[in-house]
């Protein structure tokens, strides 16, 4: 089989598509891929480590404030339409595979106009922009959330998959927190500020980090590569905090997790609901249609992760938080036990069986 995936911008959207081209792999032998991602992001780097040909394309967001770049980019899809053009014609894929990112849309449409069929996954409770409106073109569409159906009312066909994600995530191979500097015998926090890093979330946690000197539990934070430099400039924190700008297996140290913290992006939200790992959501405010708070406002319907909004975290807040969940017994276990009812950890079969049916 040759399969066509393309995924961009951030870890949320990037490690499902590697759990789904895993999957196929596993599956299939013989099976040919090619990534299509931007040129100048995330997926640029992780990709090509992951042994699968990667085909960059020179593409960028709309952004109201660029007006100068977003005249430019509508010349860079028309280019990057052709390219992909370019190479569907000489790799004639089964199926083409959008997992999210703007980058997706000139390879969606190239594969539409080409009649190739396609498959199109949301990771988040309300859809990206550009799923929205490749929804009406694509063979199918695959949905993290049962409530996101409503989003794709002009789709062929939608299909509830859960995020693939937290395949990975349980495939992962647990790291040894000693040689993170971190004690096995403690109860350990993984504080997450997102894998792109968030500089305001950055600046919130840095008292809380001063704070908690004499907690009973260690916190790993991770600030996210862009913003390391700044966070440690002139800092020393206490001998119960390790600061970490990225990690690649992240999954690995959630295993030895009791509690993670983190924005509500929907990748780590599923890999953190694969391990059954209870968590604290901060959802960004920042991002398109607000998408995070509802993922997060999901789960605590549920009872299966709290929530904390940024406009109310405080030190002290935070920290009493914590402190409720990691030493209630009844309360962390009940927490446990909704996650584990959450879970779809079957998701990347589940794909890799209706694309097998789409394609026959």
């Known amino acids: 089989m040759r399969i066509i995936v393309s995924a961009g911008g951030t870890g949320g959207h990037i490690y499902p598509a590697l759990a789904i ?8 032998k013989n099976l040919e891929v090619i990534y299509i991602g931007t040129h100048n992001r ?168 001063h704070l908690i000197e004499d907690a009973k539990f260690q916190v790993l934070y991770i600030t996210g590569n862009s913003h390391y430099d700044e966070f440690i400039k002139n800092e020393e924190f206490p001998k119960n905090v390790v600061v970490k700008p990225y990690l690649n297996n992240l999954s690995g140290i959630m295993k030895s997790a009791d509690l993670l913290v983190s924005r509500a992006g929907a990748g780590i939200i599923t890999e953190a609901q694969a391990l059954e790992l209870p968590a604290i959501y901060i959802p960004s405010p920042f991002v398109a249609g607000n998408h995070q708070y509802y993922n997060a406002l999901e789960l605590k319907k549920k009872n299966a992760a709290y929530m904390l909004e940024e406009k109310d975290f405080n030190s002290k807040v935070l920290i009493a938080l914590i402190n409720n969940i990691l030493y209630d017994k009844e309360k ?24 097998k049916e789409l394609i026959k």
């Open 21 to 28: 081209i895993e999957k196929f792999k596993e599956k299939d």
């Open 42 to 209: 995330m997926e640029k780097d992780i990709v090509p480590k992951e042994n699968i040909k990667y085909e960059e394309l020179e593409i960028y967001g709309f952004s109201k404030k660029l007006i100068g770049r977003d005249i430019k980019n509508l010349f860079l899809i028309r280019k990057a339409y052709k390219k992909c053009l370019k190479i569907m014609k000489k790799f004639k894929p089964d199926i083409v595979i959008g997992v999210g990112g703007y980058v997706t849309y000139p390879v969606i449409k190239a594969a539409n106009k080409l009649k190739i069929k396609t498959f199109i996954h949301e990771q988040n409770s309300i859809p990206g922009k550009s799923n929205i409106l490749l929804s009406r073109l694509v063979s199918m569409v695959g949905i993290s959330f049962e409530e996101s159906k409503k989003y794709f009312r002009q789709a062929k066909k939608v299909i509830y998959t859960g995020n693939p994600s937290g395949n990975r995530a349980l495939k992962a191979t647990k790291v040894n927190i000693k040689e993170l500097g971190l004690n096995p015998k403690e109860k350990l926090v993984i504080i997450v500020a997102g894998s792109l890093g968030s500089a305001t979330l950055n600046t919130k946690f840095k008292e809380f980090l």
């Open 332 to 355: 962390y276990y009940e927490l446990k036990h909704n996650i584990k009812k959450m879970n779809t950890i079957n998701s990347a079969d589940t794909i890799y069986n209706e694309i």
